[in-house]
């Protein structure tokens, strides 16, 4: 099993520019989740999806933020325009089934914004 | 809200021997899972154990194991003979049983391994 595959594992870009951020599940797990880790506010939730259907979006912070995934095995996080506060590590974590089966964490993209 | 507070930011100990990383919750519901997360330098987040709360004895997995006391919504960690591997930032998280808004982490505790 390859486990949750992430690319970018680095980004760096200026700030106005577009960035998207890549997921690929771990096959047969129903649900994905967008993470952002920064030294001031630790691990935050930013989206939800479960079957292919966001959840729970309360967590992305601006309209900037954008994520999708059309189908079980691809999942996107975009921020356009970027800006240098955006810069985080942002992971992605999915999970099989409901209940209280653990997420199975990426590697991270390690995103910097000048 | 359900609130996860780990109140060692840096724990060390020393190759083969025995350390607690200490995880206290707070929350009304009685139904829940708690787990621990290990995070090592290549940031990658790693699951270490979980655990139910409706059932009462403690999780174990190989040289890890909990001390979970509901009363006291407390949910320690001992990592036993301790390897330089184990060196990480260690999370601990709480998740309600029907929250559709998943992992709540504590702020994480640094656990160095002195060889």
């Known amino acids: 099993d390859a486990g949750v595959i992430q690319s970018p594992r680095h980004e760096v870009t200026e700030m106005g520019q577009e960035v998207t951020l890549r997921c690929k599940p771990i096959?047969?797990?129903?649900?994905l989740f967008w993470y952002r880790q920064t030294m001031m506010r630790g691990l935050e939730l930013l989206i939800y999806f479960n079957n292919n259907v966001p959840i729970d979006d309360s967590g992305m912070p601006e309209d900037r933020f954008s994520a999708k995934m059309p189908n079980a095995s691809f999942s996107t996080l975009k921020i356009q325009p970027s800006e240098p506060r955006d810069s985080a590590v942002y992971f992605c974590?999915?999970?099989?089934?409901?209940?209280?089966?653990?997420?199975?964490f990426g590697p991270g993209t390690r995103l910097t914004v000048l | 809200a359900q609130t996860v507070t780990q109140s060692q930011p840096e724990m060390s100990v020393q190759e083969a021997e025995t350390v607690t990383l200490s995880c206290t919750y707070d929350t009304s519901e009685s139904d829940y899972y708690l787990f621990w997360y290990k995070q090592p330098p290549s940031r990658q987040m790693i699951l270490v154990i979980r655990?139910?709360?409706?059932?009462?004895q403690n999780a174990t997995e190989n040289r890890f194991s909990v001390n979970f006391q509901k009363a006291a919504k407390s949910f320690s960690l001992k990592i036993s003979d301790s390897q330089l591997g184990d060196a990480a930032m260690y999370f601990c998280a709480y998740r309600s049983q029907g929250s559709a808004r998943q992992l709540t982490f504590g702020s994480g505790t640094q656990l160095t391994v002195l060889p």
């Open positions: 655990q139910e709360a409706y059932k009462q």
């Open positions: 974590a999915s999970r099989a089934g409901q209940g209280g089966r653990a997420q199975y």
């Open positions: 096959s047969g797990h129903n649900s």
